[in-house]
């Protein structure tokens, strides 16, 4: 059988990492989608830029390879959910680091009110309780596609499966304490 492959490393550092906007846009991102550490993110945008990457070298290409591989690399992206059904090519160069962010299995069980945090989204995926479809999924930045964002939910075996859990009705409460907020927001906004 041999060795197994060499581990490498699956991101690349910012060219200059000490730059001020550069860490305040870092650690806003952090933040924002509940990741662990930098390299999370550098990984992801090491993503993004391999996929602009091949965008931009498909255009010195002929016209046949170009229409073939776009067309390949297009239907990754909207399979995947980073780009729209009804986008076109030039969508690829102008995707930015949020729409990969977006796709995560961990921002998508905190937008589906499966968790009251982005944080204890992340908690409550590593210690098994979520599940696509019958499969449970215990990584966090789990890229989800556009078909199986409806199947993400609890796993049955997971006490959370149950709706009399503490905590889905805490989260049922914030929910609706939101929604009722954001109604009034809107009502006292048609007034002025």
Do not use: C
């Amino acid at each position: 059988m041999g060795d197994p492959k060499k581990q490498r490393k699956k991101y690349e550092t910012p060219r200059f990492p000490w730059r001020t906007d550069a860490l305040q846009e870092e650690l806003s991102l952090l933040g924002q989608y509940g990741l662990r550490n930098k390299r999370e993110l550098w990984r992801h945008e090491t993503m993004l830029s391999k996929f602009r990457g091949l965008a931009r070298s498909l255009i010195g290409k002929t016209t046949e390879e170009r229409m073939k591989m776009g067309e390949m690399l297009l239907t990754r992206l909207k399979k995947l959910g980073i780009l729209h059904e009804e986008a076109a090519f030039d969508g690829i160069l102008d995707s930015t680091i949020e729409d990969i962010l977006e796709r995560r299995l961990q921002t998508i069980v905190f937008r589906k009110n499966l968790s009251k945090s982005m944080y204890q989204a992340r908690q409550l995926i590593t210690h098994g309780h979520i599940a696509i479809g019958n499969q449970r999924v215990t990584v966090p930045s789990y890229l989800v596609e556009k078909e199986e964002e409806e199947q993400v939910m609890y796993t049955p075996q997971s006490p959370l499966a149950n709706s009399n859990h503490p905590l889905r009705q805490t989260i049922a409460l914030i929910t609706t304490t939101e929604n009722t907020k954001t109604t009034q927001a809107k009502e006292s906004q048609k007034f002025e």
